[in-house]
């Protein structure tokens, strides 16, 4: 049974980092891309970031380059979001997803788009607050 599992939110001030994590079972996580997707209140689930699975490709949505670095540990079958100078506006609850099979192409045009990913955790908050 495919699980997948985030954790590291928290409350943080402006300008703070946090640490998320994706573990993942029922699967062998470096042969999918993984995504990392937030949703804040009335607003659609947005990608952050993905790393793909073919090259090790990484993708950042623009609100978060430079701030936010996407990393896998294959051995311990979990993918990492560090986040970094966090902004109130990052406040939200954050998601890991896989898709259910392999692509062995660019997810360059679709690592945003939530019906590339067909598992999905429970998510962890994150909020930004002074």
């Known amino acids: 049974q495919v699980q997948l599992v985030e954790s590291g939110g928290g409350l943080v001030q402006p300008g703070g980092s946090l640490r998320l994590s994706c573990a993942a079972s029922?699967?062998?996580?470096?042969?999918?891309?993984i995504g990392w997707f937030r949703q804040a209140p009335g607003k659609e689930r947005e990608g952050v970031s993905c790393?793909?699975?073919?090259?090790?490709?990484?993708y950042y949505a623009d609100s978060v380059k430079g701030r936010f670095t996407i990393s896998r540990d294959n051995a311990k079958n979990t993918v990492y979001l560090q986040m970094n100078s966090l902004k109130p506006e990052d406040t939200a609850v954050y998601y890991c997803?896989?898709?259910?099979?392999?692509?062995?192409?660019?997810?360059?045009?679709?690592?945003?788009?939530?019906?590339?990913?067909?598992?999905w955790g429970q998510g962890t908050q994150v909020t930004v607050s002074s």
């Open positions: 790393i793909s699975n073919s090259d090790g490709s990484t």
């Open positions: 997803a896989a898709p259910a099979t392999y692509y062995s192409g660019s997810y360059y045009y679709i690592w945003s788009r939530v019906h590339t990913y067909d598992y």
């Open positions: 029922g699967f062998t996580l470096d042969y999918y891309a």
